[in-house]
């Protein structure tokens, strides 16, 4: 039942069928069993955009009452928490003008209109902004004089500030589109660390010089280009994917965006010359638009691509298939599979073992979302049972994870020796002249690849 609804749902998104040929199996879901997949929905971030593609398709009524209400209320708290969004971001835009600083937006709503059709439909729980390095100083004084604490133990790579105080603590998803709900801001210093990633991937060192600005409703703000941001959006997912929580809504965004987009020879001509020399940027790119594509069958998203540019070695293609698609559902964290694709990208074999061993047994606890911290303490021992569970929780996953990894890797590693030999050998990179493979070649290369692997089946099975 729960894959039988999981599809319905791709199928409303689908950018490739009518709502209306949906009608029938998410009116078979029982309400019982909708209030589980309403719970998955806000998980993945897919809620509101499912209610937007449903109301659209004029099929409400397929769903249960309570369902419906349970919807129509989360976009109304949305729309209330956009607002406050905005303006929060107004007053954090006028005190880093006033500084000097130049901040450049990432993802927030200046992925409306591109990713998603308006702000309110989003679900947007921080602030994201890219800086210099040799801004940090006077950021840092900017946000402490406009009443802003730092978060401690932040990344390498990025600063995070609060407006007030919080504790961390579970929240039901019901509660993600409330407009108390707090909002971080964090600072990014660089789009990948490659030390602390893992895969070493060069970025365009000039995306702050090529920003633009841009404007929604009363807000204006600095974003990326158009070519930038969009690899950032592949980038950010894929560092999503292999750290094992990469929500489904990121995926659907990025698919919105390439069904926009997908006659746009202009653009698409920019972005080619922006990372046809970087190929582990062209495989990146080349995994997650393959994988957002499949998932919400976008129709022939790269038809102004030379074929060559987003080419997969017959291991991601594989990973794609046989992994990424099922992963997909549970928001890639229902297991550690997603190591075996980013092991692609690692070519020091003693890195991957460190890489491997932090990713498998992480020693801190994992991210959860910051609420406000109560004007009443709860009592000691529940405070002790609620942490004690979460640890017992998440020993149980990494163990049943770790597990699960080490056997697919023994499959993994020995279909390869058997298909390759002991090195899986690389695609070649096509010559410079050559701006089309034949379909023909790409097609066999998978499929010789494939026998080799795993038996075939169907990618979307679970």
């Not at 806000?42 to 769903?63: K, N, S, T």
């Not at 129709?299 to 997909?328: E, K, Y």
């Not at 498998?360 to 606890?365: E, I, S, V």
């Not at 058997?418 to 690389?426: A, Q, S, V, Y």
């Amino acid at each position: 039942m729960r894959q039988r609804l999981a599809q319905s749902v791709l199928d409303v998104l689908s950018f490739s069928r009518p709502g209306r040929g949906v009608e029938q199996p998410i009116g078979g879901v029982d309400e019982k069993f909708w209030e589980h997949g309403l719970r998955w929905l806000d998980e993945g971030g897919l809620a509101l955009y499912f209610w937007r593609r449903v109301q659209a398709a004029g099929i409400q009524d397929a769903l249960p009452a309570s369902i419906r209400s349970a919807l129509e209320r989360r976009h109304k708290e949305n729309k209330a928490r956009t607002c406050a969004i905005v303006e929060e971001w107004k007053q954090i835009q006028n005190f880093l003008d006033s500084g000097g600083v130049r901040a450049v937006m990432l993802k927030g709503f200046s992925l409306a209109p591109d990713y998603c059709p308006d702000p309110s439909w989003r679900v947007q729980f921080d602030h994201d902004c890219l800086v210099t390095r040799e801004s940090v100083p006077l950021v840092e004084e900017l946000f402490e004089r406009a009443g802003y604490c730092r978060r401690g133990a932040d990344g390498a790579g990025q600063i995070v500030f609060l407006a007030q105080p919080v504790r961390p603590g579970s929240r039901e998803p019901r509660d993600f589109y409330r407009a108390t709900l707090p909002r971080p801001v964090e600072l990014h210093l660089d789009l990948w660390d490659s030390d602390r990633e893992g895969a070493p991937l060069k970025l365009p060192g000039d995306l702050l010089a090529r920003s633009t600005t841009r404007a929604w409703g009363a807000a204006s703000f600095n974003a990326l280009g158009d070519e930038d941001a969009f690899l950032f959006e592949a980038v950010h997912a894929f560092r999503h994917v292999v750290h094992n929580w990469c929500r489904l809504s990121t995926l659907y965004e990025i698919s919105y965006f390439l069904n926009g987009r997908r006659s746009d020879r202009d653009f698409w001509h920019r972005f080619c010359a922006r990372i046809e020399n970087n190929l582990p940027l062209r495989h990146v790119a080349g995994v997650v638009f393959n994988l957002a594509s499949s998932l919400f069958k976008v129709p022939d998203p790269l038809t102004n691509v030379p074929s060559r540019l987003f080419d997969l070695t017959p291991q991601l293609q594989l990973w794609i298939d046989h992994h990424g698609m099922g992963s997909a559902i549970d928001n890639f964290s229902g297991n550690k599979l997603s190591l075996l694709l980013l092991r692609e990208f690692v070519a020091d074999p003693a890195r991957w073992s460190e890489i491997r061993g932090r990713r498998l047994f992480p020693l801190q606890m994992p991210h959860r979302l910051q609420i406000p911290a109560p004007k009443r303490g709860h009592p000691f021992l529940r405070e002790v049972c609620l942490y004690g569970s979460g640890v017992a929780r998440r020993f149980w996953f990494h163990a049943r994870a770790a597990a699960q990894y080490a056997l697919e890797s023994v499959r993994w590693h020995v279909s390869l020796r058997r298909g390759f030999g002991h090195t899986p050998p690389r695609e070649p990179k096509a010559p410079s002249g050559e701006s089309e493979r034949p379909q023909a070649r790409r097609h066999a290369l998978r499929l010789s690849s494939r026998k080799h692997f795993y038996p075939t089946r169907d990618p979307g099975a679970n």
